[in-house]
């Protein structure tokens, strides 16, 4: 009996993920994602930078705003919120898989993810090229002919100043969709890796941490969503 | 990351709440609320970010408690870019 009690703590000491520098696993943990969240506030500021230069454009034109609003599918747009919540409910589940050990379970919600990603980027680029048909790309072949729908009342806007709505459109949800094909990626490489069996209830810390990342994503588009689409919609 | 490990039931009751409040958000779009239209799609994006980040990022129960600090400076310093950006830009009437 207190031979085997002896191999249960040895092995316990050993536990190849823990690294010498650390004292024990539970530290090891707490500073990966200490580090993790230490960048994903360089990535609140990178994206506050834009929610900053956004925030100074609709207040100097907001009828522009609100007229180049009308113009998004809110149907869309709302779909994607679902889609990308539904994502942070599989992330977290995937996480609970792997504390709990159950790697087809782990498997599978990390697969999950990936779809869910796939499809918020599939109707992201359905809205893309709806833009592109109705020239509200921002550059030469730019053009916004609607006017703000103001309770019935149509009030004629500036087009260079709806070109600033669609830049900053752009550059905000093509930024947001840059780290979607990122985070895919990254959950797709996680599940061969869990396949593989690398994760354990000792050692999943690029699970959390990529879960992390995957949260914040969904968390900018909680505020994208009605910042960009759901400007000034009441009649 | 402490080995409480919420059960499953928990999760999918949060992630349930979200998409109420993702339909509530855009009913209340196409209501009259006059200026305050902003306001409550802004508070409630931020019952939800703050759900997000307490429960599915696990910072609440955390076990390093640095944690909750760095996530509150980071939202803080964001404050600090747009308060102190529209405190310069809401003022400038003699333009």
Known sequence: MADSHATAVETAAHNPALLHHFADEQQQKDAASLGMWLFLVTEIMFFGGMFCAYLVYRVAHFNAFAAGSQQLSIGLGAFNTAVLLVSSLTVVLAVNAAQRGKRKQLVVYLVLTVVLGLTFLGVKAVEYAEKFEKHHVPGASFAFTESFDDNGKHIPVNPKEAELFFSLYFAMTGMHALHMIIGCGLFAGLAVLAWKGHYTPGYYTPIENAGLYWHLVDIIWIYLFPLLYLISRHS | ?95
């Open chain 2, 1 to 95: 990351m402490s080995e409480h490990a919420a059960s499953r039931t928990f999760y999918v009751a949060l992630g349930i709440s979200l998409l109420v409040l993702t339909a509530v958000t855009v009913f209340a779009a196409f209501v009259n609320l006059g200026p305050f239209n902003p306001v409550v799609a802004l508070l409630i994006a931020t019952i939800k970010a703050t759900l997000v980040v307490l429960f599915f990022m696990h910072v609440k129960g955390a076990s390093e408690k640095m944690t909750g600090a760095v996530v509150v400076s980071g939202f803080f310093f964001l404050a600090i870019l747009l308060a102190l950006a529209m405190a310069d830009y809401l003022t400038r009437a003699w333009r």
